[in-house]
């Protein structure tokens, strides 16, 4: 390769490079996976995110039906929390392209309440 092709090669790179990295973000903010169950608890604890807060105790995936649970330091958009249920919900996940720094990358919003059982 002459010295004369070096400049085309290496913008052809950079201009594959930017093509993919294009691609990327704009598929960056899709749902993931569609409608993900969630069990929320019919208490919620304080915990200590950006800063303290009280947090939804849930479990979701494999962890339904266990005994851990976790910390939830989002909100679910158009769901309401009642203290003293046990929801079972179907919520789906976006992924924020350009999350705020110390926020979630990650907005939830409920599809259905699937079941809300008195504790």
Known sequence: MSMKQMPMYVLM???ILLISCQKTSENFNNEIPEGTNFRVNYYTEDCVGEAVQ?????QQGSLIGSNN?????????GFTYEEGYVYNLNVKQTAIANPPMDG??????LVEVLSKEER
């Open 13 to 15: 790179l950079w201009s």
């Open 54 to 58: 009280t947090c939804l105790l849930v």
């Open 69 to 77: 649970w976790e910390y939830f330091y989002s909100e679910i958009d």
């Open 104 to 109: 979630s990358s990650i907005t939830y919003t």
